[in-house]
C-alpha cells in the first residue's frame, strides 16, 4: 500500500446525542453469527445503529472498526486497512502480516492465513466492522473476502455495513444460519420510533395523526424524516406541511440526487429516470417504457444495490420505488425531457396488451391519450361489471370528458350501470335518452326519436352494441323500482327481454331480478322466488357468481318468510359452496351470516356464533356492501340469545348507523327490531315511541311492506298488557294479530304466520281464552317440519306455561318436549364468548374508551366524556388497537364484537 493510513478511518464513531433507543435492532445484532450483514439505501441509519449497539453493548468483546472508501477497493489497501483494525483491538494480531502487506510480496491468501491463525488463537472475542463496504467492494477483494470470511474464527464476528449486498457467498452462509441479515424494512423507523424521533428528540410536538402522516409518507425512512424534521423547524403549520411532504421537498431532492442518482452510472441513471412513470416495475414491463432488452436483469441489480426499490412479491417479479424516492426521479424526469407523454403512452400499451385495463386507462390519461383511454374503458366494462368493480368504473366517469363519452353509446350504458351501483340515479334517465338517439343514429329500432342523430359514433365493443336497446329498458325497470312503481317496473322488465339479443343472458337475467324485486315489493314471493331463480341460474351461466350470492341472500331471505328453514339453509350452502371455489370472492362473507340465522332460529347458538366468526375472519373485502349492517343484525339475535341486553341493543344501533339498502324492499327494519327488544325487555314507553314516530297504529291497512313493523306493534302491546296490565293493549294486539294472520296466510307466508299464532296464543292466553292451546298446537304444527324454536322459547316463562298445557302424549310430542326443554333450562347460556383470547386484556380504562369507539363519538367528543385529554384517548385507541392486532376504529369494533366486550353489563 502506498502512502500512510488515514487514522480517522480506523476510529470507531461516537453514538450521537438523542438518539432513539432500538432496543429490538439491538437484540438482532447481538445474535450468534459469523457474518452480521447490514444491508439498505443511503439513510437508513446504518452507522448510527452500529454506532449505538457498541456503545450499548455488555460483553468485552474488542471492536475493530474500518470506515471504507473507493480508495480500498485495490486489494492491498483494504486488507491493510482491515489488519491494521484488527491489530489496534486486539495488539499483536497483525504483528506477521502488516510486514507481508508492506512489502507486497506475498499473496492476498497468504496473508489472511497468518492473521486468520493469529485470530484462531485469541482468548477474548472481537467484532470487525467494515463501513460503507460499498465503496470499496469489488472483483479485486472478492475472493480473499470469501477466503476470509469462510475461515473465521469462531471468537470473531465480521459485521459489514453496506448500501449494496456484497459479492460474498450470502446464501450458502444464510443456509448455514451463519448470516444475521438487518435490511431496510427491519431499519425503518416504527410509527412510535419515529413519534420518540420528531418530539422527545427534535421537540416538535407533532400530533399522533401528523406522526402517523409523516411515517407513511416516508415510510420509515430515517434520512427523510430528520429531513422532514429539518423542515418543520419554526414553521407554524406543521399539518399543513406534512401534508403536502412529498419527495419534492428541498432537502429530500438534495439529498437524494446528491447521495444517489447523481453517483450512478449514465445507463442506471436513464433507467431510474424513464421507468419512474411507473406505480410498479417488472421486467418486461421496463423493457417497453426504455425501449431496451435487459428490464429483469437491471431490477435484480438495483435490488442487489439498495437503490429504494421495493419487492411486491417473494418472487421479486415486482418492485415499486419509495415513494420518495419516485417522486425526486419523476422531478428530474420532467426537468430533463420535458415531456413524458411517450413513455406513458408505452406503459399503457403494455399494460393493455397484459390484460390489465386499470393500469392501462391510468397511463393513457396520463399521456393525454383521452381516446384510447376511452377505448380501453369500454372494452373493460364487461369484467369489471363481473367482478362487481363499478366503483373504478364511476371513477373514470370523472376522469372521461363527456364530450368523448357522448359519441360512445357502449361506453355511456357502462357509466348508467356504474351510477346505478353507486345509488346516483338523477342523471340516469338523461343518460339513457342520449344513449337512444345515439341508438337511433346507428338504425337501431325502439328509440323515442327515430332518425334523429347525425353525430359521428364511435364503437369498440361491437357485442355490447347489441345489447343496448335492452339495457335502455333493464335501466328503466330499475329507475321504476326505485321510484315505487311495481307495475311499471315489470313493463320495462319485459321490453329488455323483448329487445334483448337471443344470446344476451345478462339482460334477461338482469330484467328477472328486477322483476323479481318488484314482486316482493307486492308480496309476491311466489313469483318473486321464480324471478329471482331464473335470475341466479342466468348470472351462474354467465359466470357471475358474485351476483348469483347476491340473489341467493334474496331467495334465502323470501324461503325464511315461507317459512322454509331447511330450504334456506340449502341455498346458502349450495352458494358457498360456489363461492368457496373463489377464495376472496364478494358475498362469501354474506353466506355465512345467512346460515347464522338459520342456526339461531333453530336455537343452536353455537353454530350461529361460529358462522359469524367465519364470516368476519375473511375480511370486509368479502362482503356485499350490505353485509356491514347485516353482520351485526345477526350478531345482536346471538347475543339476546345469549341474553345479554345491553350487547344487543349496542349492535342494532350500530346496524342503523351503517345500514344501507339496496333496490330490495326493507322489509325487517332495524328501528323496528331494535323496538321489539325494547318491549321484551320491559322498556315499552320506548319501543311505543319507535311506534309513534314511524307512523305505525293498530288502524293501519295491512300491508305485506309494513308487515313486520306491524307485528312488532302487536308484540309491543302485548308487553304493555304485561307490565302495566293494560286490557285496551291487550285487545289491540289480539284484533291487530287477527288481522294480519289471514293476509300472511293468503300470501304464502308461513314464517311469519308461524310468529302470528305464537303471539295470539300468548294473547288468548293472557285473556284466559280457551282458544290459546289450539292457536298454539296450530303454530307447532306448521312449525314442526323446519325445526322451528326460538320463535318459541324466545317468550319465556308465558310460553313454556302454555306448552305445558299441551297434551304431551299427542302427535308431535318430541318436538313439543324439545321445545320444553329449551324453554325450561337456563338462560344465560352464553356462546361465542372469547374475553380469554386476549393475551393481553384491555383495562377497565381501555374498556370504556373501546365501547366509547363503537359509537358515532369523535376523538374530542370521547375525551370529553371520559373527562380525559385527546392524548390520553389515542394512547389508549393504540394500546387497543396493538392487544387487538388491529388497525383501524372499524375493525377494533369488530373484534371487541366478537370478544364480547361491548356490553354495558359485567363480564361473564
Known amino acids: 500500500m502506498a502512502g500512510p493510513l488515514v487514522e480517522t478511518k480506523l476510529f470507531s464513531p461516537a453514538p450521537r446525542a438523542g438518539l432513539v433507543a432500538r432496543p429490538r435492532l439491538d437484540d438482532r445484532l447481538s445474535r450468534a453469527g459469523r457474518l452480521v450483514l447490514i444491508s439498505a439505501p443511503a439513510g437508513f441509519g446504518k452507522t448510527t445503529l452500529l454506532a449505538a449497539w457498541l456503545t450499548r453493548r455488555t460483553s468485552d468483546r474488542a471492536v475493530a472498526w474500518v470506515s471504507l472508501d473507493e480508495g480500498d477497493q485495490e486489494a492491498s489497501a483494504f486488507w491493510t486497512y482491515v489488519v491494521t483494525a484488527l491489530d489496534r483491538a486486539v495488539p499483536g494480531v497483525g504483528a506477521g502480516a502488516l510486514p507481508l502487506l508492506a512489502a507486497g510480496q506475498s499473496s492476498t491468501e497468504a496473508v489472511l492465513v497468518v492473521v486468520l491463525n493469529e485470530l484462531s488463537v485469541l482468548p477474548g472475542e472481537v467484532t470487525l466492522v467494515l463501513d460503507d463496504y460499498h465503496l470499496a467492494d469489488g472483483p479485486g477483494l472478492r475472493a480473499g473476502m470469501s477466503f476470509f470470511v469462510d475461515r473465521l474464527p469462531p471468537q470473531v464476528r465480521l459485521v459489514i455495513s453496506t448500501r449494496a449486498d456484497p459479492g460474498l457467498p450470502l446464501a450458502r452462509l444464510r443456509a448455514r444460519g451463519e448470516l444475521i441479515e438487518v435490511r431496510a424494512a427491519d431499519l425503518r423507523f416504527t410509527r412510535a420510533e419515529a413519534a420518540t424521533y420528531l418530539n422527545d428528540v427534535t421537540g416538535l410536538h407533532l400530533t399522533a395523526e401528523d406522526i402517523a402522516s409523516l411515517e407513511e409518507r416516508t415510510e420509515g425512512w430515517v434520512a427523510a424524516l430528520q429531513l422532514a424534521a429539518l423542515s418543520l423547524q419554526g414553521r407554524g403549520d406543521a399539518a399543513g406541511f406534512i401534508a403536502g411532504f412529498a ?48 428490464g429483469k436483469a437491471m ?94 368504473l364511476r371513477r373514470w366517469i370523472d376522469e372521461l370528458p363527456d364530450t368523448v363519452v357522448e359519441h360512445r353509446p357502449v361506453l355511456a350504458m357502462g357509466f348508467v350501470g356504474a351510477l346505478m351501483a353507486s ?8 343518460r339513457l335518452r342520449d344513449i337512444e338517439r345515439l341508438l337511433t343514429g346507428l338504425g337501431f329500432d325502439g328509440g323515442p326519436e327515430p332518425g334523429a342523430g347525425s353525430a359521428e359514433f364511435v364503437v369498440v365493443d361491437q357485442d355490447e352494441l347489441a345489447r343496448l336497446p335492452g339495457c335502455v329498458e333493464q335501466y328503466r325497470a330499475a329507475l321504476a323500482l326505485i321510484g315505487g312503481d311495481p307495475a311499471g317496473t315489470l313493463e320495462h322488465a319485459r321490453l329488455a ?113 361460529e358462522y359469524l366468526r367465519r364470516s ?44 344501507l339498502g339496496d333496490f330490495a324492499p326493507n322489509v325487517r327494519p332495524v328501528p323496528a327490531l331494535r323496538a321489539r327488544v325494547l318491549a321484551s325487555h320491559g322498556d315499552v314507553a320506548a319501543a311505543l315511541k319507535w311506534a309513534s314516530q314511524y307512523g305505525v297504529t293498530v288502524h293501519d291497512k295491512a300491508s305485506y311492506l309494513r308487515e313486520y313493523e306491524h307485528v312488532t306493534l302487536a308484540r309491543i302491546l302485548l308487553a304493555q298488557h304485561n307490565t302495566e296490565g293494560s286490557q285496551q293493549a291487550l285487545r289491540d294486539a289480539a ?33 284466559d281464552d280457551d282458544e290459546a292451546p289450539a292457536t298454539l298446537a296450530h303454530a307447532l304444527a306448521l312449525a314442526e317440519p323446519e325445526g322451528y324454536n326460538r320463535v318459541f322459547v324466545s317468550e319465556g316463562a308465558p310460553m313454556a306455561r302454555l306448552l305445558t298445557s299441551l297434551d304431551r302424549h299427542g302427535p308431535g310430542r318430541a318436538y313439543l318436549s324439545q321445545l320444553l326443554d329449551t324453554a325450561s333450562g337456563p338462560h344465560d ?54 392487544k387487538f392486532g388491529v388497525n383501524n376504529r372499524r375493525a377494533a369494533v369488530r373484534r371487541a364484537h366478537q370478544l364480547n366486550l361491548l356490553s354495558h353489563s359485567p363480564a361473564r
Open 247 to 294: 419527495g419534492d421537498d428541498r432537502f429530500v431532492v438534495d439529498y437524494l440526487v446528491e447521495e444517489v442518482l447523481d453517483r450512478q452510472p449514465g445507463p442506471v441513471r436513464r433507467f431510474l429516470l424513464e421507468t419512474s412513470v411507473l406505480d410498479r416495475l417488472t421486467g418486461p414491463l421496463c423493457d417497453a417504457v426504455t425501449g431496451e432488452h435487459d
Open 299 to 392: 431490477l435484480e441489480r438495483l435490488d442487489r444495490a439498495n437503490l429504494f426499490l421495493v419487492p411486491l412479491d417473494d418472487q421479486r417479479r415486482w418492485y415499486r420505488y419509495h415513494h420518495l424516492f419516485g417522486d425526486v426521479l419523476r422531478t428530474h424526469l420532467l426537468e430533463e425531457r420535458g415531456e413524458v407523454a411517450d413513455l406513458h403512452r408505452r406503459a399503457g400499451n403494455w399494460y393493455d396488451e397484459a390484460g390489465e385495463p386499470v393500469p392501462a386507462v391510468r397511463h393513457a390519461l396520463a399521456a393525454g391519450d383521452i381516446d384510447r383511454a376511452a377505448d380501453i374503458v369500454e372494452l373493460a366494462v364487461p369484467e369489471l361489471r363481473r367482478n362487481r368493480q363499478e366503483a373504478t
Open 423 to 430: 345509488n346516483e340515479f338523477g342523471d340516469i334517465e338523461r
Open 497 to 609: 327481454v323483448d329487445r334483448a339479443p337471443e344470446h344476451d343472458d345478462l339482460t334477461r337475467a338482469s330484467a328477472d331480478a328486477v322483476s323479481g324485486i318488484a314482486s316482493w315489493t307486492t308480496g309476491d314471493l311466489d313469483a318473486a322466488h321464480r324471478s329471482y331463480t331464473d335470475a341466479a341460474n342466468g348470472l351462474h351461466r354467465l359466470g357471475y357468481v358474485a351476483d348469483v350470492l347476491g340473489c341467493s341472500i334474496t331467495l334465502a331471505d323470501l324461503e325464511i318468510t315461507q317459512g322454509k328453514l331447511s330450504q334456506a339453509q340449502r341455498t346458502y350452502e349450495n352458494a358457498l359452496e360456489l363461492a368457496l371455489r373463489d377464495p376472496g370472492l364478494r358475498g362469501t362473507r354474506d353466506m355465512y351470516v345467512g346460515l347464522s340465522q338459520v342456526a339461531l332460529e333453530r336455537n343452536d347458538l353455537a353454530a350461529a356464533a
Open 616 to 659: 368476519d375472519d375473511l375480511g370486509e373485502q368479502s362482503g356485499l356492501p350490505q353485509n356491514p349492517y347485516r353482520w351485526r343484525v345477526a350478531m345482536a339475535l346471538l347475543r339476546e340469545a345469549e341474553g345479554d341486553v345491553d350487547a344487543t341493543l349496542g349492535l342494532l344501533a350500530e346496524a342503523e348507523r351503517v345500514y
Open 735 to 767: 284484533g291487530l294479530l287477527e288481522r294480519l294472520l289471514p293476509a300472511a296466510e293468503d300470501g304464502g307466508r308461513r314464517g311469519t304466520v308461524i310468529e302470528l299464532l305464537v303471539l295470539l296464543a300468548l294473547a288468548r292466553q293472557a285473556d
Open 829 to 882: 347460556v352464553h356462546v361465542g364468548t372469547h374475553r380469554d383470547d386476549l393475551i393481553d386484556p384491555l383495562t377497565e380504562r381501555e374498556l370504556a374508551v373501546m365501547r366509547l369507539l363503537a359509537s358515532d363519538l369523535d376523538g374530542p367528543s370521547i375525551a370529553r366524556e371520559l373527562v380525559v385529554s385527546l392524548n390520553t384517548v389515542r394512547t389508549h385507541t393504540r394500546n387497543i388497537y396493538a
